[in-house]
């Protein structure tokens, strides 16, 4: 929070920023005198607006009309959030709806759902990679004489599925037979480890004497083929953000054209990632607003981010939305759900 503003100042300007965040429309001197609770003439509110306009925390659109927080404006009434924040109670309702959830994915995109519900705006979860997945488990199921459905099983019950086609003819007896070889053999190992050794084992002359070996070690090395442990990420809750921009905005094109190169954004997901694992390495509550944001494609929206842990590698949780976002709202919810993701992840 910035020392040079007196505290009147600050108050006015708290309450322009909220005024304008529920109304949408520039707020007048006028409206502040009479809303501020500090019993302020108009022209004392014009003077402190003067001021504040002068060091960059609102500007005028218009000569007529009122003001509106600028991107400095937010930091500040934002800031005084984060320092005034109490600790809250932990969301029982929450936490028991993550827990029920089957598999650490589960965990994640109910997690997206959830905030995005409590914030009203777009919602991410990222995990990030984990080398350290390993394979639980291989079942290979006869689809029909000649085709295979591989199913992989991994760590925290993540379960992959691959049709095969075998030139072999293959009874239900010898696919159990086979799978039994495989789990064995290579149980337990790193997806990665998994994977050269069957292809050393396959390479190795001793091992195709057997025709079953050999052709379980094939059926295996193309099930883990299309497993690449990568950063893991769900997005939920564009709709609020459609919602929001378009039934406030004046410059309607324009604020479509800002939501479509959003989009783009979300669905290209390794772009999205990149743009949010700059704030991983973060281990407090983050907000970004507007143009702190280091990518130009990002300057209309605020971040609000926070990190959450599984007692190893820490991801990361927040939500995305108009730099007009309700951050009371999302700064609680952010930091409530990541708080009981560290407790649900650490104990999955």
């Excluded at 708290?14 to 707020?27: F, S």
């Excluded at 939920?236 to 954004?265: H, K, M, N, W, Y």
């Amino acid at each position: 929070m910035s020392p040079d503003l007196a505290d009147r100042q600050r108050h006015i300007l708290a309450r322009l920023v909220v005024a304008y965040i529920d109304q949408g429309e520039p707020v007048s001197s006028a409206w502040l005198a009479e809303h501020s609770a500090l019993g302020l003439s108009p022209a004392t509110v014009r003077n402190i607006l003067a001021s504040l306009e002068e060091q960059g925390f609102v500007a005028q659109p218009h000569t007529s009309a009122g003001r509106v927080p600028t991107d400095v404006g937010y930091r500040q009434y934002v800031d005084g959030l984060l320092e005034s924040r109490r600790r809250r109670r932990p969301l029982r309702d929450v936490e028991a709806r993550l827990r029920r959830a089957g598999t650490v994915g589960d965990v994640l995109e109910d997690a997206s759902q959830v905030l995005s519900n409590a914030s009203h705006q777009i919602a991410f979860v990222l995990a990030p990679a984990d080398a350290s997945v390993e394979l639980r488990h291989v079942e290979f199921v006869a689809l029909d004489e000649t085709r295979v459905l591989v199913i992989i099983v991994a760590t925290g019950g993540e379960v992959t599925h691959k049709v095969v086609d075998s030139e072999d003819r293959l009874d239900a007896a010898a696919l159990v037979e086979a799978s039994n070889y495989v789990n064995r053999e290579f149980a337990g190992m790193t997806i990665e480890d998994a994977r050269s050794a069957i292809v050393q084992r396959l390479a190795e002359e001793r091992t195709l004497y057997n025709a079953l070996l050999a052709r379980a070690l094939r059926l295996a090395r193309t099930g883990l083929s299309g497993i690449t442990p990568g950063e893991t990420l769900h997005v939920c809750g564009q709709a609020f953000l459609v919602d929001d921009l378009l039934d406030t905005s004046e410059e309607r094109d324009r604020t479509l054209e800002i939501l479509r190169a959003l989009f783009r954004t979300i669905e290209q997901k390794h772009r999205l990632v990149e743009l949010l694992t700059q704030y991983v390495e973060a281990s407090a509550l983050t907000v970004v607003i507007g143009t702190e944001h280091g990518s130009p494609e990002f300057h209309p929206f605020s971040v609000v981010a926070s990190t959450f842990s599984d007692g190893r590698r820490a991801g990361t949780l927040g939500v995305i939305g108009p730099r007009r976002m309700r951050y009371a709202r999302a700064i609680s919810a952010v930091d409530g759900v990541s708080r009981v993701m560290t407790r649900v992840l650490e104990g999955h």
